[in-house]
């Protein structure tokens, strides 16, 4: 067997980072700042990004196909170093709140981003399960990182449990697929399926592996534990939790509904379309009564979950496509509305929606941050999300879905009643106290360069959303 | 003569009691003791299907899967240390601070 290392070079950059910052850490004296390993973190992403652009052109599958690279793993791979450099920045910002703060939480967060990497290149079932496991078990640690906190300690053991769980559900599923197809490689599975009927293997295979995805995408019926661990873990895993695990849960789901499983489209679509549809209603629902801003963008996220199996329902180009930009989106979205929530709760000490009153007079760049980031979640023109939401919309409506269509669309609009609420605090309520909160220079230039980020994709989406077709057009080329 | 479905049925008992374990019962270790109990039956029909099929990718799937379950339960029991640390309990209902 040869061995190209070209295709997973930026993986074993990020290894290399991950054990320099653990060793790094061991020879530091106790109690001393350790923001240089979140920075030597950051230089290792920003590396990785730049060798997975030079040699973007190589693909291919190498290690007995278990491990493919291609335009979906790359962008993907793109997006969680992303995710990871703003989270470790957000991990900087969070480091005095933590007693005994040690350097293994940087490097934790790099090992998540490198398993969400593992999770993209996944071709078989086994590398899919142990890279699905490596990044499950690494954020029940982060979860509850600050063991002093009850809360977090609590939230990290619920998140254990349920994944347990739900990783049993998808074990048991594999076990099933691979009885009937008598394979674990998902273009050999998708081979030997052309053709064939359904038989009940396949079926408890199926609805078993789907279930046991749907934790990581926090979507029903497994999405339980969202709530409890977003409000209980660090904020700054919380903001892991929503743009990066969510994104990795879909690109597997991803490769293993079109990939694997895409010749036996017409049997799981209803089963996808019904998920997507509960899902909708409970997350966008649920999330209205909530007085804690990170519990509510749980079950926000739960919401988006829905919103972005309405992709996968569609299972054509034009759906996979436009999971793709809601997540570079959502990304955005998400990284500007957590880096403002972890500063805000540095100066106040608080996460309750109530505190929020008044934001706008004491520091207006946070409240504009709320404002694009909770409505480009909302779905408001002209941000970001608002036109992920409109191609999600129009793929299942081209596949004759129009039931899920019209879901999608209340939805968003009782989407845009709770984040609302949050808006109109930030800016009509008068404030409690009235003293400017302080933002430093990185973060505010990081807090402007988000919110660009955010308008740009909504305002010129052209040349993004040609791009995230033409890679997706890879999944299919399988059938 | 002992036929593919037999294991599979005996996989299927033993998955169940492991899903009612961690549903139904209070104690958080009887609960990780159920997860390795449903991943434990997951082994069986792997390692089944692995000797009916002829194929050899099923045994080689039941040595990933033993450790990362035993990696799991790890982390499980050592996050219940530090839950038992604050709060001087392992029961399961007792774990609701967040609900208000």
Not at chain 1, 2 to 10: A, E, Q, S, T, W
Not at chain 1, 118 to 131: E, G, H, P, R, T
Not at chain 1, 162 to 182: M, N, P, Q
Not at chain 1, 448 to 471: K, Q, R
Request: hydrophobic share 55%; net charge positive; proline share 3%.
């Amino acid at each position: 067997m040869d061995v190209n290392i070209k295709l997973f070079l930026p993986e074993i950059f990020i290894t290399l980072f991950a054990f320099v910052i653990i060793g790094i850490d061991l020879v530091m004296p106790k109690g001393s700042e350790r923001k240089h390993l979140a920075r030597l973190g950051i230089i290792g992403s920003l590396a990785a990004i730049n060798v997975l652009i030079i040699n973007s052109g190589v693909t291919g599958t190498t290690l007995f196909g278990l491990f493919i690279q291609d335009g979906v793993s790359i962008f993907f791979k793109v997006l969680f170093l992303l995710t990871g450099i703003v989270i470790l920045y957000m991990a900087m910002l969070y480091e005095e709140k933590v007693k005994n703060f040690k350097g293994e939480f940087y490097a934790l967060i790099l090992f998540a981003v490198l398993a969400m990497m593992f999770m993209a290149s996944s071709n078989d079932f086994i590398s899919l399960y142990v890279s699905l496991e490596f990044l499950a078990v690494t954020l029940y640690i982060l979860a509850c990182y600050t063991k002093e906190e009850s809360a977090s300690v609590e939230a990290g053991l619920k998140y254990l449990i349920t994944g347990a769980l739900a990783s049993g559900f998808l074990l048991y599923g594999i076990t099933y697929l691979y009885g009937a197809t008598g394979s674990t490689e998902f273009t050999s599975i998708s081979r030997i399926l052309t053709g064939k009927e359904m038989s009940g293997f396949l079926a408890i295979g199926l609805i078993l592996v789907v279930t046991g995805l749907t934790f990581k995408i926090a979507s029903i019926p497994f999405h339980v534990w969202a709530p409890d661990v977003y409000q209980g873990a660090p904020t700054p895993v919380t903001a892991l939790l929503a743009a990066g695990s969510k994104a990795a849960g879909f690109v597997i789901l991803m490769r293993v509904m079109f990939t694997a499983l895409g010749s036996i489209k017409p049997q799981w679509v209803l089963f996808i379309s019904v998920i997507s549809a509960s899902t909708l209603l409970l997350g966008n629902l649920a999330a209205m009564p909530q007085k804690n801003i990170k519990r509510m963008l749980a079950y926000a996220g739960i919401g988006s979950a829905g919103y972005l199996l309405m992709g996968i329902a569609a299972g054509s180009v034009l759906g996979s496509g436009s999971v793709m930009f809601y997540l570079l989106a959502y990304l955005f979205a998400i990284s500007g509305t957590f880096l403002a929530i972890v500063i805000f709760y540095n100066s106040e000490g608080s996460d309750s929606i109530d505190a929020y009153a008044g934001l706008s007079r004491r520091s207006p760049l946070l409240a504009a941050t709320l404002f694009i980031g909770l409505l480009s979640l909302a779905g408001v023109p002209p941000l970001g999300g608002f036109i992920a939401k409109l191609y999600l919309i129009a793929a299942v409506v081209k596949e004759g879905l129009m039931w899920l269509a019209v879901v999608g669309v209340l939805m968003a609009i009782a989407a845009m009643y709770y984040f609302l609420l949050v808006i109109k605090r930030v800016y009509l309520l008068p404030p409690k106290v009235n003293l400017p909160i302080k933002i430093g220079t990185v973060d505010t230039a990081l807090l402007y360069s988000i919110n660009i980020a955010t308008l740009i994709l909504g305002i010129y989406p052209g040349p993004f959303t040609d791009w995230v077709m033409e890679i997706a057009k890879v999944l299919f080329r399988g059938n | 003569m002992i036929t593919l479905s037999h294991y599979l049925i005996l996989s299927l008992i033993l998955f169940s009691i492991g899903i009612a374990g961690v549903l139904l019962r209070r104690n958080i270790i009887i609960v990780l003791m159920s997860l390795e109990l449903m991943f434990n039956s997951i082994n069986i029909s792997l390692a089944a299907f692995s000797h009916f099929l002829q194929s050899m990718t099923g045994r080689i799937f039941v040595v990933f899967t033993i450790t990362v379950a035993a990696a799991e339960v790890a982390v499980g029991l050592a996050i219940l240390v530090a839950v038992y640390r604050q709060r001087k309990t392992v029961y399961i209902e007792e774990l609701d601070e967040m609900k208000h």
